[in-house]
């Protein structure tokens, strides 16, 4: 009974925490393999979790933005609307290659988050944006999990 549930919230946490912007798989993976899970296990787990937000930031930021911007987080939103281009010029460039290289690093500022930004301001159709954020989250899944792994196996 107790396995089962240290299971479930294992999943839940790693799954949880690679839906929150900043931390996405960075965190995610490292948690998931913290709280017992196999590093499989936890990218893929946090993988999943990390592509959830990313449809609605693709169907609904920039009227979320567009709203926002009337009230007293008007100057935050232009901030990361320059942010957003900034980080989306590889992809301006490259398109859907520069958009899977945004998302797969693995560093603050990169991730399903930001490319989802980038995708939804430089007009990419879902379409495309998403198989491509997909492989991007994929890769960078990859990376974190070899890195867990090799830290893991160092103590």
């Known amino acids: 009974m107790f396995a089962d549930e240290n299971l479930i919230h294992a999943v839940a946490l790693t799954f949880g925490t690679a839906m929150v912007p900043v931390l996405e798989l960075r965190g995610a993976i490292p948690v998931g393999v913290a ?3 196999s590093p499989l296990a936890a990218c893929a787990i946090a993988v999943l979790g990390n ?3 990313v449809p609605f930031i693709l169907l609904l930021i920039r009227r ?3 709203w926002l911007r009337g009230t007293r987080f ?3 939103i232009d901030w990361l609307e320059r942010r957003a281009h900034l980080k989306g010029r590889v992809v ?3 398109r ?3 958009l899977i290289i945004l998302v797969a690093i693995p560093l603050p500022g990169t991730g399903a988050w930001t490319g989802a930004l980038v995708a939804a301001l430089l007009d990419i159709r879902m ?3 998403v198989p491509a954020i997909f492989l991007g989250v994929a890769i960078a899944g990859a990376i974190v999990t070899v890195l867990t ?3 893991v196996q160092m103590f």
């Open 96 to 98: 859907l290659p520069g």
């Open 127 to 129: 379409r495309h944006a």
């Open 64 to 66: 979320i933005f567009d």
């Open 51 to 53: 592509m959830v937000p």
């Open 35 to 37: 709280t017992g899970l």
């Open 74 to 76: 008007g100057p935050k």
């Open 92 to 94: 301006r460039k490259y």
């Open 149 to 151: 792994y090799g830290v």
